[in-house]
């Protein structure tokens, strides 16, 4: 699960996101979207553990980041939208790696697998320099499972997949959820995340204007199209709506 309470985040006088809470159940996925700026990064950085939050609190997997920092470190994995890779280590040395630092037992199969299932297999051996942006991402993400981690929080991961990587991407990670893991993805592909998230948090502006289910989300805001598309258009735009504290959180 994830949990954010009354969380701040300040840039010297610049505040990015504004007291917000949200709660993400164990083993659902989670849409994090919103307009450019919104602070869906800083919310994402922050609850990994690489940011501090100016004041309130986060609760990642049961439990709380401020006091046992390395806790939520051990069981989040993160994946940058634009993942920093060692360019002189192959796409096994990075597994190899991952499986090192996190002392990952008998992980050698479990990587062959993913390998397989993001068709990075035949560059196995091959320098990260080497791979393409979409292959880079997959490495990237093959990484993040190897650990099988309680939460993953993933910030646009399908900017610059092919459509059979999007379509592969999708599956491994309604299996990470099927496994127990918590899933949150930020991205502005709103077709693409409606299809595997079934809970949503709409950010504008370092507030969030609206934190539940996405199926309630649609029912509420979604009009006759019932998409995701028109509830951020109508949540977004329409200055009617005010910050989530006075919309009521519905969560299952
Ligand atoms: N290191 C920083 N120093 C100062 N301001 C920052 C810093 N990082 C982010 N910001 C500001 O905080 C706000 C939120 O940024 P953030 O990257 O979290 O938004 P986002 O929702 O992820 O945006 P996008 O969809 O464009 O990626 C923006 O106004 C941004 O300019």
Redesign the pocket.
Known sequence: MIQANEFVKR??D?T??NGISFHVPGGTVAALV??????????IRTACGILRPTSGSFQIAGIDLRSDPVGVKQRVAYVPDDPPLFESLTVWEHLMFIASAYRLKDWQSNGEALLTQFELIAKRQTLASELSRGMRQKVAIACAYLREPEVLLLDEPMTGLDPPSIRLLKRSIAQQAARGATVLI?S?LLTLVEDICTHLVL?RS?DVLFSGMMSEARSQFGGTSQSLEEVFFRLTADDQWTPAKSIEAVDE
């Not at 919103?34 to 919310?43: D, E, I, R, V, Y």
């Open positions: 840039y010297g610049f990015a996101v919103g307009p450019n700026g919104a602070g869906k990064t800083t919310t930020s502005h950010m370092g």
